[in-house]
């Protein structure tokens, strides 16, 4: 007998289930913890990378590459431009966990996407970033997203689905984040 895998949108469906099944059996397999390593090069210029990560209960080895991701700024802002900047990465972060997250729960619900692409864009003023007035943020005054998605699923159906998207939960809510710095 030839079976063929359930696939929606480019996900496993009965994997997913299967995955959803075992983390409600046991529920230490949803913890997860990943990790980079980030090195300064020069200026504004860093590159960090990417392979470990503990989920499932265990320490993954499944990954056999490190992954690189560099981040530098722009002339007008003292960078070399080699790389996009630690904004626009947090963007690229937010664009794609909303679309996976959209993507996933969608083929969990039995609704076909066809076609997905997203725009974002973020205001920062430097004011806050170079100390010059305390009431500024330091960061992004706001986010805009436009996802353009192909599908019979409503606008309200897919923006809900998109919302499980754990990047978006770190921007939206605060993030406890410890510094120590070690000499």
Not at 14 to 20: F, G, N, S
Not at 97 to 119: D, F, K, P, R
Not at 167 to 176: A, G, K, R, S
Request: include cysteine; glycine fraction near 10%.
């Amino acid at each position: 007998m030839i079976t063929t895998a359930n696939i929606k949108n480019g996900v496993n469906v009965d994997q997913l289930v299967e995955t959803i099944g075992a983390v409600q059996e046991n529920p230490e397999l949803a913890k997860f913890e990943f990790r980079t390593k980030n090195n300064w090069i020069e200026g504004g210029h860093c590159v960090s990378s990417a392979k470990s990560f503990y989920g499932v209960g265990a320490e993954d080895t499944s990954r056999e590459e490190t992954f690189t991701m560099e981040c530098d700024h722009p002339n007008v802002l003292l960078g070399k431009d080699k790389a996009a900047t630690p904004a626009e990465v947090v963007l690229h972060a937010l664009g794609s966990c909303l679309t996976g997250a959209m993507v996933y729960h969608a083929a969990a619900n039995g609704i076909e996407i066809e076609g997905a692409e997203s725009s974002l864009d973020g205001g920062v003023d430097l004011h806050g970033f170079l100390g010059l007035d305390p009431e500024v943020r330091k960061g992004f005054d706001g986010i805009n997203v436009k996802l353009k998605v192909k599908s019979d699923a409503t606008a309200e159906q897919l923006e809900n689905l998109a919302r499980f998207s754990p990047v978006f939960d770190i921007i939206t809510n605060p993030t406890p984040v410890s510094i120590e710095i070690v000499k």
